[in-house]
């Protein structure tokens, strides 16, 4: 089951050029990193990372759950631990259940929920 959410993940990532994003943000944040630590008088030091930032409390945090299920779905512990605290709102609490009760989703389904919100957007949109 791990393996198809990953090549689902994978599959879905690739189609909206979110891996292609990813790897060109990474190069140049990588590039300004080196040219800092070789010539720091003459490039700006990189920015830190600001966290995640919650515009709407509710929305944001139904998303906050979906990254945590996700993680949880797939056995990764540590990344949980770390979300908590990088995002910046360690008190926001895992509550699967209430967002799968508000959304439709089903809670006994171990596929996580961001998955099973991808196969429904799927699904509507081949009715279309």
């Known amino acids: 089951m791990l393996s198809s959410i990953f090549t689902e993940t994978q599959q879905f ?42 515009a709407n409390q509710a929305l944001d945090e139904d998303e906050y759950i979906f990254v945590h299920d996700f993680f949880k779905a797939s056995h990764l512990d540590f990344p949980l631990q770390v979300l908590n605290f990088e995002s910046q709102h360690p008190g926001y609490k895992y509550n699967r259940r209430s967002v799968c009760e508000r959304l439709g989703l089903n ?22």
């Not at 979110?18 to 010539?39: F, G, R, Y």
């Not at 596929?111 to 429904?120: A, D």
């Open 13 to 54: 990532s690739q189609k909206c050029g979110i891996q292609q994003e990813v790897k060109d943000t990474s190069i140049s944040l990588a590039d300004q990193i080196v040219k800092n630590l070789l010539d720091p008088e003459h490039n700006p030091p990189v920015k830190d990372f600001e966290g995640i930032k919650f």
């Open 107 to 128: 809670p006994n389904d171990a596929t996580p929920l961001l998955v099973q919100l991808i196969k429904i957007r799927q699904q509507y949109q081949n009715l279309c």
